[in-house]
């Protein structure tokens, strides 16, 4: 066989050798963020809706951990996390939002028909603060220490058995 043939005939094999183990390897759903254990970029949104105050990273530089939900109108995983969200409020978690991408008035009618959480609701037109912080999608959820600096993350929308979690995180970012 000459060696014009195999050498390409070697690459297949090891691609396909490659592909294979990969293959075997266990699944890890846990995407590391960089951010966590940093502090949040400097940001300051204006309100998402009339009557609720905007947020600005200073927020979370009082001494009070919160939660810090990336959400939308037109996302339905938000709507799904939306009772988690009145449950953990009801809880003594302080919630703070960002609307992404949004307009007031879509913003104003997700809350009345799935109920408000947030303490403070900030409007990010372009994705910037989303970005900034490392966020990858909607919905997600940041724990944020009283000092403004990130301690966990959860990717996705919040399930009943991510409130415990929630919590714990929370209570352990005092």
Not at 129 to 156: C, K, M, N, W
Request: glycine content about 10%; some cysteine; aromatic content about 8%.
């Amino acid at each position: 066989m000459s060696w014009r043939l195999s050498v390409p005939l070697f690459a297949f094999a090891a691609f396909v050798g490659l592909a294979a183990y990969q293959l075997t390897q266990p699944k890890d759903d846990f995407v590391q963020s960089g951010m966590v254990g940093q502090p949040l970029p400097y940001f300051d949104l204006p309100p998402a809706i009339d009557g609720v105050e905007g947020v600005a990273s200073g927020t979370f530089a009082d001494g009070e951990p919160r939660l810090l939900n990336i959400w939308a109108s037109w996302c339905l995983p938000c709507i799904a996390e939306a009772p988690q969200l009145e449950s953990l409020e009801q809880q003594g978690a302080k919630i703070v939002g960002i609307a992404i991408r949004d307009r007031p008035e879509d913003v104003a009618g997700f809350l009345a028909q799935h109920g408000n959480p947030y303490t403070h609701i900030g409007r990010d037109d372009l994705s910037e603060v989303q970005l900034a912080i490392g966020s990858s999608g909607v919905p997600e959820t940041f724990v944020i220490d009283g000092q403004g600096v990130i301690r966990y993350q959860h990717i996705g929308d919040i399930r009943a058995r991510d409130v415990p979690i929630l919590l714990d995180e929370l209570e352990k970012a005092r």
